[in-house]
T-cell receptor, first 111, second 117 residues
Framework: KNEVEQSPQNLTAQEGEFITINCSYS?????LHWLQQHPGGGIVSLFM???GKKKHGRLIATINIQEKHSSLHITASHPRDSAVYIC?????????????FGKGTLLTVNP | ETGVTQTPRHLVMGMTNKKSLKCEQH?????MYWYKQSAKKPLELMFV???????ENNSVPSRFSPECPNSSHLFLHLHTLQPEDSALYLC????????????????FGAGTRLSVL
């Protein structure tokens, strides 16, 4: 069992819908990252969280440390949001650079 | 544009070939990383270099040989690969692999899609 589990694996939405992607992890962490990977392959860092909530444009990321759970929300989704969204965690006590990744959630937003 | 450039973007090679992947970062970072991304699997860390010194080899087979001549450039030399090595190989960099959370935010390249026939 992967230390980082994402759900759903695949998500299809209509343009304008509110999207939620979930990430659960089993270890103590110092930080959690949300990453976006477009079909071309490149990965972009969206958020780094250690507590609470962060917002950037239409994207909102939340984390509940006690429940070991994070969510990524997209408001007013658009076809250009179609991508794989990856959750990654940095474990407490591990190497500062070492990230454990989820398998990703493939989001398709239809016009 | 993340400031991390990988070449080539696509590579097809036979099992007896020798090829190299190149990564260059223009961010002034001191740490560079190689990752492997196979279908349906999470990203796997392969190698880490910090200030040109290798600090992590994640049990990678010797047919993959990294080289870091300076903090801006990272190579992955490939020889006698197997079909199961076909994957997307991603390079990343961060300010410093040994520093705090902010210094370890990693910036990724677009990857090299490798097919081994």
């Amino acid at each position: 069992k992967n230390e980082v589990e994402q759900s759903p694996q695949n998500l299809t939405a209509q343009e304008g819908e509110f999207i939620t992607i979930n990430c659960s992890y089993s270890v103590g962490i110092s930080a959690l990252h949300w990453l976006q990977q477009h079909p071309g392959g490149g990965i972009v860092s969206l958020f780094m969280l250690s507590s609470g909530k962060k917002k950037h444009g239409r994207l909102i990321a939340t984390i509940n440390i006690q429940e070991k759970h994070s969510s990524l929300h997209i408001t007013a989704s658009h076809p250009r949001d179609s991508a794989v969204y990856i959750c990654a965690v940095r474990s407490n006590g591990g190497s500062n650079y070492k990230l454990t990744f989820g398998k990703g959630t493939l989001l398709t937003v239809n016009p | 544009e993340t400031g991390v450039t990988q070449t080539p973007r696509h590579l097809v090679m036979g099992m007896t070939n020798k090829k190299s992947l190149k990564c260059e970062q223009h961010l002034g970072h001191n740490a560079m990383y190689w990752y492997k991304q196979s279908a349906k699997k999470p990203l796997e860390l392969m190698f880490v270099y910090n200030f040109k010194e290798q600090t992590e080899n994640n049990s990678v087979p010797s047919r993959f040989s990294p080289e870091c001549p300076n903090s801006s450039h990272l190579f992955l030399h490939l020889h006698t690969l197997q079909p199961e090595d076909s994957a997307l190989y991603l390079c990343a960099s961060s300010q410093d692999s040994g520093g705090g959370r902010t210094k370890n935010i990693q910036y990724f390249g677009a990857g090299t899609r490798l097919s081994v026939l």
